[in-house]
């Protein structure tokens, strides 16, 4: 008989399960994201509620004695070139690289998709929750920082001026989302895929970690939260089984059970 491979059956193939309606994921994609921006806009309008949090946060980090963020800063300003394009990282890749992990994922592993979708939706959510309960001033906003806006002065800039800004809420420092969902693109890749290379993929989140940080955009405490938050997620929805994952079996159905020969039993024998 030839023996033939077959994938696993569900559950244990995550290449092997149907796509999700794509109508469906796109209305619920859109929703998600107009709740999350409905309730940003529900945050503005504590700016002094905002500042004392800062003071507390910045007062906070250097009890804990975390690296000022400053030190990072100071690297990115040793050429307007570079940045330049911190700046621009910042403003062009996270949701770009977000939205692209989505769709391959949509297209190649659906059940990674549906577990992404998933770890994302909850983060975002707990971190709404946060950004309404704790709004928060950016270091960049915070003149006890000594820190600068790096964007305003270098460009390009995301952000208008706070009291005129009407597509963001900017008092919604922590979590940091944009190393949060880098963190998730990272491990949604890694955990995907088998290259031998896929944990390169880290490199984004390290990246975007320097770039808030060093744009002054956020705390470190921003993004231990947003990792702390993403963390709690991934520990309680469960990832799918490994890709690639296969059963081989015969033709005409699963190959026979053979006893193990004992010691000094010729073959061919039977009982």
Do not use: C
């Not at 503005?44 to 400053?70: C, I, K, M, Q, S």
């Amino acid at each position: 008989m030839n023996a033939r491979t077959e994938p696993a059956p569900a559950g244990q193939d995550a290449s092997a399960r149907p796509r999700p309606p794509l109508v469906r994921e796109l209305l619920l994609v859109a929703g998600l994201f107009l709740v999350y921006k409905l309730g940003r806009q529900l945050a503005t309008g504590h700016t002094a509620e905002a500042f004392r949090n800062a003071h507390h946060v910045w007062d906070l980090e250097r009890t804990l004695r975390l690296p000022g963020e400053g030190a990072v800063q100071s690297l990115l300003l040793h050429g307007d070139t570079l940045v330049h394009v911190a700046n621009t990282y910042y403003a062009t890749i996270h949701f770009p690289a977000t939205v692209a992990l989505l769709v391959w994922l949509y297209l190649r592993r659906p059940a990674h998709y549906v577990w992404t979708r998933r770890v994302l939706a909850a983060v975002t959510a707990a971190a709404l929750v946060l950004h309404l309960a704790f709004p928060l001033a950016p270091p960049r906003m915070l003149a006890a920082t000594g820190l600068i806006d790096t964007a305003r002065v270098y460009g390009p800039s995301v952000y208008g001026p706070p009291r005129t800004d009407e597509l963001s809420n900017q008092f919604a420092a922590m979590p940091s989302l944009h190393f949060g969902w880098a963190l998730m693109v990272a491990v949604g890749l890694i955990v995907a895929t088998r290259s031998r290379w896929r944990w390169l993929w880290l490199l984004h989140p390290l990246l975007t970690l320097l770039v808030v940080v060093g744009t002054a955009n956020h705390y470190w405490l921003d993004v231990l939260v947003a990792a702390a938050l993403l963390g709690l997620a991934l520990a309680v929805i469960r990832p799918p089984r490994p890709v690639g994952r296969t059963l081989t079996v015969a033709r005409g159905g699963p190959a026979p059970h053979r006893r193990p020969l004992r010691r000094h039993e010729p073959a061919g024998v039977s009982r």
